[in-house]
């Protein structure tokens, strides 16, 4: 096992799967000579040449369409979005052909292809550079979509999202990227997509979360429990579509008390169908309403230190509401 932050685990992930296999390459802005503006093609370019790590113009659409071109026939590429308030233009090649693949060639045909997309605040990056588009990738029939919160789980499912013969969202929160470190096997090692992972256990609440609020979340119920000796349950979604129903609901029913968690808007959300899935599959083993922790209903992620922070969920807002779900 070595230390290794989010985004070393993320690099590790392609230069591994590129080596072992020449199907697969890199293409978007700034990635070859650059490096990428997080450098996490840093280098590449000098290893696998620029047939294989490919600087694109400032077009996202043409990025996901020529990627999806090359999947369709036979590669596996690797589409770098900058960050995820600029996917919009790229939004009908990813959802309306990508997605669509498999079902309308009657299966004769597959896209395996992974878009790499870095999102979240908590980074001073304003309105136009901290966007969550989770759900609006997680609603589509056709896609897998994931969003791992540890250098384990990034460089695990990455490896899975690369070889999976279907098209692969992979959601990377750019707060994690370089402050949360962790243990990763040094040698090949790859994690199922759609399974959910209980990253901390207990008996008295239940936290479903994914992404940066997992490190939140996790704070949160160490000062619950060292403060208040109640003791959190706490679930990383790791994938968001296809959501692990099973282990949803065995966490709802464990507890009888659910606090979701998410730095997305909570309306029409990714947890709002864990909610659903909860009332569907754990409702009468429930002891108290299913409650939410989110920001506002706010367009953008505001670029003020003082009113981000007031935005975004953090260990004390979610602390605070598990005492309240705790005492419910």
Known sequence: MSQKTVIKAVRDAMLSEMRRDPDVFIMGEDIAHRGGVFLATDGFVGEFGEERV????????SIAGIALGAAVNGKRPIA??????????????????????RYGTNGRKSAPLTVRVPYGGGVRGGLYHSQSIEVLFAHTPGLKVVAPATP??????????????????????????RLVRGEV??????????????????GDITVITYGLMLHYVLQAAQALSEQDRVEALVMDLRTLRPLDRQSIAQAARHTGKV???????????????VSAIIAEEAFYDLDAPVMRVGPPELPPMPFSPVQEAAFMPSPEKILAAMRKLAAT
């Open 54 to 61: 490919i600087d694109t113009p400032l077009a996202e659409s």
């Open 80 to 101: 770098e979005i900058q960050f995820a308030d600029f996917v919009w233009p790229a939004i009908n090649q990813i959802v309306g052909e990508t997605a669509r693949v």
């Open 152 to 177: 384990y789980d990034a460089q695990g499912l990455l490896v899975s999202a690369i070889r999976d013969d279907d098209p692969v969202v992979f959601l990377e929160h750019k707060k994690t990227y």
């Open 185 to 202: 096997p040094d040698g090949d090692y790859s994690e199922p997509i759609g399974v959910a992972d209980v990253k901390r256990q207990g």
């Open 259 to 273: 606090l979701l968690v998410q730095e997305d808007t909570p309306a029409v959300s990714v947890l709002s169908e």
